[in-house]
Nanobody
Framework: QVHLVESGGGSVQAGGSLRLSCEAS????????MGWFRQAPGKEREWVAG???????TYADSVKERFAISKDAAKNILYLQMERLKSDDAAMYYC??????????????????WGKGTLVTIFS
């Protein structure tokens, strides 16, 4: 079982930065691959970034070079540092975890645990 709680969302001006956090707890929290997903109003949920069990990071093309996923292993907190934010980045952001070694596998078979999300809005 893994419990995920996101925080850090808010309203930011286009071009600005924001850091999201996801605190993971539970007996399996340290042995899962983790990722960030987002869903904008009227759109399907999309994958944003992933962190595999062995530390490999992956990104959607739309956020490469602007977003960075990382983890504080001691605190078991997953982060998403977002830079040069655009209006298209506005969405509800979700943290998710998979009982798989890679996020790619988790995405293929379904992520096992989800947080409730944190909202990011962009103003110009």
């Amino acid at each position: 079982q893994v419990h995920l709680v996101e925080s850090g969302g808010g309203s930011v001006q286009a071009g600005g930065s924001l850091r999201l956090s996801c605190e993971a707890s539970g007996p399996h929290a340290r042995s899962v691959s983790m990722g960030w997903f987002r869903q904008a109003p009227g759109k399907e949920r999309e994958w944003v970034a992933g962190l595999d069990v062995d530390g490999v990071t992956t990104y959607a093309d739309s956020v490469k070079e602007r977003f960075a996923i990382s983890k504080d292993a001691a605190k078991n907190i997953l982060y998403l540092q977002m830079e040069r934010l655009k209006s298209d980045d506005a969405a509800m952001y979700y943290c998710a975890a998979a009982m798989m070694r890679t996020v790619r596998a988790g995405r293929a078979y379904g992520m096992d645990y989800w947080g409730k999300g944190t909202l990011v809005t962009i103003f110009s």
